[in-house]
């Protein structure tokens, strides 16, 4: 079963639920049915019970794709490159530049590139997007 036909079950739940608070209405009137009433709470627990269903067949799908080893369609944030970002490692916001070597560094490759004797640092102009520059112009303390 696919993750969209999990999607579709949880979707006719959420319908069935939806009627069966409909027929909650009979309540509102001036003479109340009380069959109604009954058949309005069963469509409801009907509905609910469908939704776990659904939720139970998409958490079924996703440990068969995991343990198949299949790769996920949204990747983590940490193996994403940052457009704009350090320009050795890729994966962060720079912070600052080395004008001898004309490098954008984090602050992890900042402290392997370190050599006082040769490199002179400046804050960097560059930004990773616009929250990036933010922090770059919170760090410089602007």
């Not at 109340?32 to 659904?54: H, K, N, R, T, Y």
């Not at 402290?111 to 990773?128: E, F, G, I, L, N």
Request: aromatic residues 8%.
């Amino acid at each position: 079963m696919s993750s969209k036909t999990a999607n579709w079950i949880i979707g006719a739940g959420v319908v069935l639920m939806f009627v069966g608070l409909c027929f909650f209405s009979a309540l509102l009137s001036d003479h109340p049915e009380p069959d109604m009433l009954e058949f309005g709470a069963c469509q409801f627990s009907l509905g609910a019970l469908v939704i776990a269903a659904g939720i139970y067949a998409k958490a079924r799908t996703i440990q068969f794709a995991i343990a198949a080893g299949e790769p996920r369609k949204e990747s983590s944030p940490s193996n994403q490159r940052v457009r704009g970002g350090c320009d050795l490692c890729g994966t962060e916001a720079p912070a600052v530049q080395c004008k001898v070597h004309q490098l954008h560094l984090c602050g992890n490759c900042l402290a392997q590139h370190y050599d006082v004797r040769s490199c002179a640092y400046v804050p960097t102009t560059r930004t990773a997007n616009k929250t990036g520059r933010n922090a770059a112009a919170h760090a410089r303390g602007a």
